[in-house]
């Protein structure tokens, strides 16, 4: 049986208001210890969940729910400015999970409960938008450039979100060189669930088809069609990968891409020895298969300074990555007046420059 753990976020996740986060919701130790054989480096192969890649295409938006409820976050820009991005609601998400999926105690994914945030090789919280996830897309806002992304761990993928945002900001020119997003998550429920339709609701907040405060979006056949148009006049690929972190699922994820810039986006995947190992090994393989292509790779990772009482955090991932032969550094980090445990982006690249780019 797998146990369980609560990080103590206020409320369902970051909805109250996600850029004061850090000084209303301190992070307390889980109400439940991570067992034994999780204190371990390395993860039993019983408890992997098989791979599988799927494109975000036809299939997957002809499957998106009639109707999303939504929020709006707003993530800062270097011009003072903010993006609006549409959320689906977590109340909306647990509703459509109840209605199609049986009541079944042993299904592979139970809805998570208001004590649960995590399920450790179950469910890893995807469903939710953490800190780190609201810390990185802040970051990202203004640094950009060409990039093939990789979004481990992905959840309701707001970094990725927000890279979506300027790209359908930009617009199409002839031949455009082709950007491919790979969101990566052990589930395939939060693809579905939370992912996909986070996509569209971007698109629709960026094309002003929605109002920018809490409401309903109607998924009809003209949305999709020019949601669909949108994407492929600006030659963006959007693919799936579900399932756990191994020793195939570089290959897997790098499988029918192009040659190009790699960034790869995570956030809070490093809480545990356990989760932190198998994500080092993943990160570092992306980046070792890349070099053989000729690819630039730069990896950004956000994550607590230490999750308290699970053994995980920013100084075990650094340790990680050496033995690995990585090497990692500290580019952002929460101020000096932040209250409540310290928060972190750390990066890691294959060559010695960054591609991404301050925005002017």
């Known amino acids: 049986m797998s146990h369980t753990f609560k990080f103590g976020f206020g409320g369902e996740d970051i909805d ?12 307390p130790e889980p109400t439940t210890e991570v067992p034994t054989s999780r204190k371990g480096k390395e993860v039993a192969a019983s408890t992997q969940v098989e791979l599988l890649k799927y494109g975000l295409g036809e299939t997957a938006l002809s499957q998106l729910p009639s109707t999303i409820s939504y929020n709006i976050i707003q993530v800062p820009t270097s011009k003072g400015a903010y993006i609006e991005l549409g959320r689906r609601e977590y109340f909306d998400i647990r509703t459509q999970w109840l209605a199609e999926r049986p009541m079944d105690p042993d299904a592979p994914l ?4 208001v004590t649960h945030d995590v399920v450790p090789e179950v469910y890893e919280g995807g469903l939710k938008t953490w800190e780190g996830s609201f ?5 990202l806002s203004t640094h950009l450039g060409l990039f093939l992304d990789f979004m481990l761990g992905c959840g309701t ?27 990566g998550d052990l589930n395939p429920a939060v ?20 109002p920018l405060n809490p409401g309903d979006l109607d998924i009809d056949p003209s949305l999709v069609s020019s949601f669909k148009h949108a994407l492929e006049e600006r030659n963006i690929d959007l693919q799936a990968v579900v399932g756990s972190w191994c020793s195939d699922y570089a290959s897997l994820a790098l499988w029918d891409t192009l040659p190009g810039r790699v960034l790869i986006l995570a956030a809070e995947t490093i809480y545990s020895p356990s989760s932190t190992c198998a994500f080092t090994k993943t990160v570092m393989d992306i980046i070792r298969r890349s070099n053989k292509r000729g690819e630039a790779v730069q990896a950004l990772v956000a994550a607590k300074k230490v999750y308290f009482g699970v053994g995980g955090g920013v100084d075990e991932f650094l ?27 750390v990066e890691t690249k294959s060559k010695d ?5 301050t925005e002017v």
């Open 157 to 183: 993928a707001l970094p990725s979100l927000t890279l979506l945002y300027h790209l359908l900001s930009t617009p199409p020119v002839e031949n455009p060189p082709r950007r491919t997003f790979v969101f």
């Open 319 to 345: 340790k990680e990555l050496d033995e690995r032969g990585g090497k990692g550094t500290l580019v952002w980090e929460t101020g000096e007046k932040a209250r409540g445990v310290t928060r972190c982006i």
């Open 135 to 139: 810390d990185l897309a802040c970051y």
């Open 353 to 357: 420059h960054s591609f991404l780019k």
């Open 110 to 113: 139970a809805f998570p409960s």
């Open 191 to 210: 693809i579905d669930l939370a992912t996909l339709p986070n996509l569209v609701l971007t698109y629709a907040t960026q094309r002003g088809l929605i």
């Open 16 to 27: 109250d208001d996600p850029i004061e986060q850090d000084d209303e919701h301190p992070i």
